[in-house]
């Protein structure tokens, strides 16, 4: 599977921005899929998953602000952010993989990473 990132771009505080992630390969609609991020000198971090049976997971972060969708038709997951802060300000990764429940917010539960995508939230 390969992932593609876009939508990334520089905003103000309070914007809304829409990223998107297009896969290839059959078994899209099989895998759980999710957003993470990583901010300058700081770790990669979980922002949001959603299973193949449309249930999403929020990091409390981003939780009332962000929403997580998934198109199996057209083999894309997207990430609506919403009042977007400084603290958002972060290269966003899609991924993907046959995810347990329990490894739905770590990096190794998931086998395929996106390029990344910058998102620059000023204010």
């Given at each position: 599977?390969?992932?593609?990132?876009?939508?990334?771009?520089?905003?103000?505080?309070?914007?809304?921005?829409?990223?998107?992630?297009?896969?290839?390969?059959?078994?899209?609609?099989?895998?759980?899929?999710?957003?993470?991020?990583?901010?300058?000198?700081?770790?990669?971090?979980?922002?949001?998953?959603?299973?193949?049976?449309?249930?999403?997971?929020?990091?409390?972060?981003?939780?009332?602000?962000?929403?997580?969708?998934?198109?199996?038709?057209?083999?894309?997951?997207?990430?609506?952010?919403?009042?977007?802060?400084?603290?958002?300000?972060?290269?966003?990764?899609?991924?993907?993989?046959?995810?347990?429940?329990?490894?739905?917010?770590?990096?190794?539960?998931?086998?395929?990473w996106g390029q990344g995508?910058?998102?620059?939230?000023?204010?």
């Amino acid at each position: 599977v390969q992932l593609q990132a876009s939508g990334g771009g520089l905003v103000q505080a309070g914007d809304s921005l829409r990223l998107s992630c297009a896969a290839s390969g059959r078994l899209f609609s099989q895998y759980a899929l999710g957003w993470f991020r990583q901010a300058p000198g700081k770790e990669r971090e979980f922002v949001a998953a959603i299973r193949p049976n449309g249930a999403t997971y929020y990091a409390d972060s981003v939780k009332g602000r962000f929403a997580i969708s998934r198109d199996n038709a057209k083999n894309t997951v997207h990430l609506q952010m919403n009042s977007l802060k400084n603290e958002d300000t972060a290269v966003y990764y899609c991924a993907a993989g046959r995810v347990i429940v329990s490894t739905m917010a770590t990096i190794r539960g998931y086998d395929y990473w996106g390029q990344g995508t910058l998102v620059t939230v000023s204010s």
